[in-house]
Structures are given as structure tokens and as C-alpha cells.
């Protein structure tokens, strides 16, 4: 998906809040309070230029201790309330609560993050039970932004969202997170080359591959939304040798969903009756929005719809070309409904998928039974069990319309891999890219 401003590319020096999760005792650190909250913990003394450590446990209150005053380029940052320490066991509520997660979301002064984590903070996406870390990395230049975005969370008294902090370095901000949503790169500009666009923003893809690498949790799960996301994915994992590559996803969720609306608007029935749809291959128009796997109410969609042209045609372009027509509707592109496909894409692997089902997702290839080629992402079938782990769909059907598509879509990754080879460890990087076809919500 497109990310509406340039704000969002995370730049890579400064600091951010360090938080520390010790049994079931949470403390922060920190060196400059932005808000203050009247509520049941005691708010921290402002204190300027010193370090305040702080814990609450359930019996008694610590005095703050004073430590020796930090460069203020290496500030880090908790937000108001969120700077305070809570143990959830003091509390008859949160006694049934799972353990905090911690979630990192670059690009969070953006418009796509704006919808985004006020459904992460809410327990819809993890659950009603999943306490949360939210971690927001954005840019020098968009500090304030986070900070308002931060306020905003603050003040909408979500009860599972135990702590925010915001930051503008990954390696600070990554710090053992369990998920990394990284949403935040560079739109394109007028008259920007596509080979352009893949080498800055595969630059800071690669930076945050490394951050991921060196500080977050070993099993991290990474769901790629700056565009073009699939070779971005491909750059970030190759830059995270420690992480297995199976954690990386580029977003095709929200073709996916796309797809199933046109579908159910052929068929003249509601969404929640459409399955089994796979986007394979490119986040780009090369996309192929499978109908000769899909289903209508347990029925082929080919037996459903019968217009065979139609489906071919008409409705393959309505999918790869549904973000250029809501830039004309909207003067934008699509925030909302990217938010709610990553939200989709992340229940899509932490509950099990319904019997018979899968969903789309762009991962690593090795392995795959399709005969796609070997080390790109790719968009694919998947299915899981809901322990953010997946596998391949075995039970799919090709004809010569499906494979001659796949075949295109292929080849465009394996060029755009090309083009990036220098920021994969392949040698110098070489751009035969045959055609634009990027997404016009990149433009």
C-alpha cells in the first residue's frame, strides 16, 4: 500500500523509550515527560535534563532516582500515563490476561497507522485478553506527529494498552518486539524511475532488517507495507539472517479483500459468502486475483459466474487497478482500508483459518509446492493455526490462463530482485525492469 507522506520514512539516528517487561512487573525509562494524567498511579516529578526510573509493584511505591543527565540527541520518550508501571496482577481484571506483546509500527505519524493502532490498542486484532506495547518509530521530522498521535491513544483509554513509546531510531524502537509493522517508506515522486524508488526505499529496508536483526525477539513476525512491498519484504529478511525468513510478509491482504468484494457484487451476494480467493505473485497490476480457485457459498466461482470474459478480464483489471480509481474518488490513496487489511492479515495467523479456507499473504518461496521460483516473495495461498505460523495450500488447480499470469508476475519480482542486488548481498545490482507497473497509489 501507498504511504501518503514522506514524514513516514523512519530515519535512522535519534532515540526512543526502552521499556523492560520483568515477570509480571512493567517498568519504563525515561528522560522527558510530554503529558501528565490524573489516575490511580502517582504521575513522575518533571524533572529537566535527568533520567527517571521508576516501579510500581503491588505493595509498595519507589521514589524516583536521579541519574546523571543524558545527551538530549539520545533522548527516549514514554507518553504520559504510559510512563507510569502497572503490575497486572494487582488487578482482579487483568489476572486472566496473556502476557504484553510488544508491537513496533514504523511509519506511525501516517495516515495508514492513524486507523491502524487504534484497532492494535483496542484488543481487536489480538484479542480481548492480549495486553499491549505499542512502539512508534517515525522521523526527526515527524516527532510531533507522534507525539499527537500518542496523546490521541492516551486520552482514548484503552484498557489493554499498558504502554506507547515513540522513537525515532530502530534500533532503540525494535527492541524486543514480537511484531514489526513496517509501514512507513518513501512515496514516489514526480518523475521518479521505479529502480529509483526500489533502491531508497530498499535502503531503509535494509537498515531496519538489521535493527530487527540485532534487537527485537528471534521469532519476530514482520508484515511489510511499504511499497514495493514485496521486494521490500525480500530485503528486509535478507538483512535479518537471524530471523527465519518464514516470519516476513509482504501485505496482499487488502487485494485480497478487493477481490472478494467484486466477486460477491457479480454474484449479487454478500462478501461473507466468497473463500478460498488467492492473490499470487506482485503487489504491482501484475497481481493475479485467482478466481478458478475461489468459491461462492461452497461453489466454484466459475460455476457461479459463468461470464468467463468477464472474469478475466473486468474483473482482474478491477482488482489490480481498484487503488488508482479511489485516488480519483478520495484525492488519496487508501489509509482506512490498508489499516483494516493489515488488521485481517495479522488475525489471518494468530486464529486458526476455518476448515477448507486460506488467505493471501506475500512470503518467502523456498519450498513452496507451486513451482514458483526460489528466493523472492511471492504472494501465495496460506493457511494457519493460529500460533502466527503458516503452510502452504496443497489443494489448488492451475489452467494455462492462471500459469501464463503467474509466470508475468514472476518475472517482474525476479527483475525487481535484480535491481536490488546490491542491497541483498548478490553482487552489483542490474535493472531490466520490462514495465511500470506500479500501483497508482505509489505514483
Given at each position: 500500500?501507498?504511504?501518503?507522506?514522506?514524514?513516514?520514512?523512519?530515519?535512522?539516528?535519534?532515540?526512543?523509550?526502552?521499556?523492560?517487561?520483568?515477570?509480571?512487573?512493567?517498568?519504563?525509562?525515561?528522560?522527558?515527560?510530554?503529558?501528565?494524567?490524573?489516575?490511580?498511579?502517582?504521575?513522575?516529578?518533571?524533572?529537566?535534563?535527568?533520567?527517571?526510573?521508576?516501579?510500581?509493584?503491588?505493595?509498595?511505591?519507589?521514589?524516583?532516582?536521579?541519574?546523571?543527565?543524558?545527551?538530549?540527541?539520545?533522548?527516549?520518550?514514554?507518553?504520559?500515563?504510559?510512563?507510569?508501571?502497572?503490575?497486572?496482577?494487582?488487578?482482579?481484571?487483568?489476572?486472566?490476561?496473556?502476557?504484553l506483546i510488544n508491537v513496533a509500527v514504523s511509519g506511525a505519524a501516517g495516515m495508514i497507522s492513524n486507523h491502524l493502532l487504534f484497532k492494535l490498542a483496542s484488543g481487536e486484532v489480538f484479542g480481548p485478553d492480549q495486553p499491549i506495547a505499542l512502539k512508534l518509530l517515525g522521523?526527526?521530522?515527524?516527532?510531533?506527529?507522534?507525539?499527537?498521535?500518542?496523546?490521541?491513544?492516551?486520552?482514548?483509554?484503552?484498557?489493554?494498552?499498558?504502554?506507547?513509546?515513540?522513537?525515532?531510531?530502530?534500533?532503540?524502537?525494535?527492541?524486543?518486539?514480537?511484531?514489526?509493522?513496517?509501514?512507513?517508506?518513501?512515496?514516489?515522486?514526480?518523475?521518479?524511475?521505479?529502480?529509483?524508488?526500489?533502491?531508497?526505499?530498499?535502503?531503509?529496508?535494509?537498515?531496519?532488517?538489521?535493527?530487527?536483526?540485532?534487537?527485537?525477539?528471534?521469532?519476530?513476525?514482520?508484515?511489510?507495507?511499504?511499497?514495493?512491498?514485496?521486494?521490500?519484504?525480500?530485503?528486509?529478511?535478507?538483512?535479518?539472517?537471524?530471523?527465519?525468513?518464514?516470519?516476513?510478509?509482504?501485505?496482499?491482504?487488502?487485494?485480497?479483500?478487493?477481490?472478494?468484494?467484486?466477486?460477491?457484487?457479480?454474484?449479487?451476494?454478500?462478501?461473507?459468502?466468497?473463500?478460498?480467493?488467492?492473490?499470487?505473485?506482485?503487489?504491482?497490476?501484475?497481481?493475479?486475483?485467482?478466481?478458478?480457485?475461489?468459491?461462492?457459498?461452497?461453489?466454484?466461482?466459475?460455476?457461479?459466474?459463468?461470464?468467463?470474459?468477464?472474469?478475466?478480464?473486468?474483473?482482474?483489471?478491477?482488482?489490480?487497478?481498484?487503488?488508482?480509481?479511489?485516488?480519483?474518488?478520495?484525492?488519496r490513496s487508501s489509509a482506512a482500508s490498508t489499516a483494516v487489511s493489515i488488521a485481517d492479515a495479522i488475525r489471518s495467523l494468530v486464529t486458526p483459518t476455518p476448515e477448507g479456507d486460506w488467505f493471501s499473504?506475500?512470503?518467502?518461496?523456498?519450498?513452496?509446492?507451486?513451482?514458483?521460483?526460489?528466493?523472492?516473495?511471492?504472494?501465495?495461498?496460506?493457511?494457519?493455526?493460529?500460533?502466527?505460523?503458516?503452510?502452504?495450500?496443497?489443494?489448488?488447480?492451475?489452467?494455462?490462463?492462471?500459469?501464463?499470469?503467474?509466470?508475468?508476475?514472476?518475472?517482474?519480482?525476479?527483475?525487481?530482485?535484480?535491481?536490488?542486488?546490491?542491497?541483498?548481498?548478490?553482487?552489483?545490482?542490474?535493472?531490466?525492469?520490462?514495465?511500470?507497473?506500479?500501483?497508482?497509489?505509489?505514483?
Amino acid at each position: 500500500m501507498s504511504v501518503s507522506a514522506a514524514m513516514a520514512v523512519a530515519e535512522l539516528s535519534h532515540s526512543f523509550t526502552k521499556t523492560h517487561l520483568h515477570s509480571s512487573q512493567i517498568s519504563f525509562k525515561s528522560t522527558r515527560l510530554v503529558n501528565h494524567c490524573h489516575c490511580a498511579f502517582r504521575p513522575f516529578p518533571q524533572i529537566r535534563s535527568t533520567t527517571i526510573s521508576c516501579s510500581v509493584a503491588t505493595t509498595e511505591v519507589k521514589a524516583p532516582v536521579i541519574e546523571q543527565a543524558e545527551d538530549p540527541k539520545n533522548k527516549s520518550e514514554c507518553f504520559g500515563v504510559f510512563c507510569l508501571t502497572y503490575d497486572l496482577k494487582a488487578e482482579e481484571e487483568t489476572k486472566t490476561w496473556k502476557k504484553l506483546i510488544n508491537v513496533a509500527v514504523s511509519g506511525a505519524a501516517g495516515m495508514i497507522s492513524n486507523h491502524l493502532l487504534f484497532k492494535l490498542a483496542s484488543g481487536e486484532v489480538f484479542g480481548p485478553d492480549q495486553p499491549i506495547a505499542l512502539k512508534l518509530l517515525g522521523s526527526e521530522r515527524s516527532f510531533h506527529a507522534l507525539e499527537g498521535v500518542a496523546m490521541e491513544l492516551e486520552d482514548s483509554l484503552f484498557p489493554l494498552l499498558r504502554e506507547v513509546s515513540i522513537g525515532i531510531n530502530p534500533y532503540d524502537v525494535f527492541q524486543d518486539v514480537e511484531w514489526a509493522l513496517l509501514i512507513g517508506a518513501k512515496p514516489r515522486g514526480p518523475g521518479m524511475e521505479r529502480a529509483d524508488l526500489l533502491d531508497i526505499n530498499g535502503q531503509i529496508f535494509a537498515e531496519q532488517g538489521r535493527a530487527l536483526n540485532a534487537v527485537a525477539s528471534c521469532n519476530v513476525k514482520v508484515i511489510v507495507v511499504g511499497n514495493p512491498c514485496n521486494t521490500n519484504a525480500l530485503i528486509c529478511l535478507k538483512n535479518a539472517p537471524k530471523i527465519p525468513a518464514k516470519n516476513f510478509h509482504a501485505l496482499t491482504r487488502l487485494d485480497e479483500n478487493r477481490a472478494k468484494c467484486q466477486l460477491a457484487l457479480k454474484a449479487g451476494v454478500f462478501y461473507d459468502k466468497v473463500s478460498n480467493v488467492t492473490i499470487w505473485g506482485n503487489h504491482s497490476t501484475t497481481q493475479v486475483p485467482d478466481f478458478l480457485n475461489a468459491r461462492i457459498n461452497g461453489l466454484p466461482v466459475i460455476e457461479v459466474t459463468k461470464d468467463r470474459k468477464w472474469l478475466e478480464v473486468e474483473f482482474t483489471e478491477k482488482v489490480q487497478k481498484r487503488g488508482g480509481v479511489l485516488i480519483k474518488k478520495w484525492g488519496r490513496s487508501s489509509a482506512a482500508s490498508t489499516a483494516v487489511s493489515i488488521a485481517d492479515a495479522i488475525r489471518s495467523l494468530v486464529t486458526p483459518t476455518p476448515e477448507g479456507d486460506w488467505f493471501s499473504s506475500g512470503v518467502y518461496t523456498n519450498g513452496n509446492p507451486y513451482g514458483i521460483a526460489e528466493d523472492i516473495v511471492f504472494s501465495m495461498p496460506c493457511r494457519s493455526k493460529g500460533d502466527g505460523d503458516y503452510e502452504f495450500v496443497n489443494n489448488v488447480i492451475f489452467d494455462d490462463y492462471l500459469l501464463e499470469r503467474i509466470t508475468k508476475t514472476e518475472a517482474e519480482l525476479l527483475a525487481e530482485k535484480r535491481c536490488v542486488a546490491h542491497l541483498i548481498g548478490e553482487g552489483v545490482a542490474f535493472c531490466d525492469i520490462p514495465e511500470d507497473t506500479m500501483l497508482p497509489g505509489e505514483m
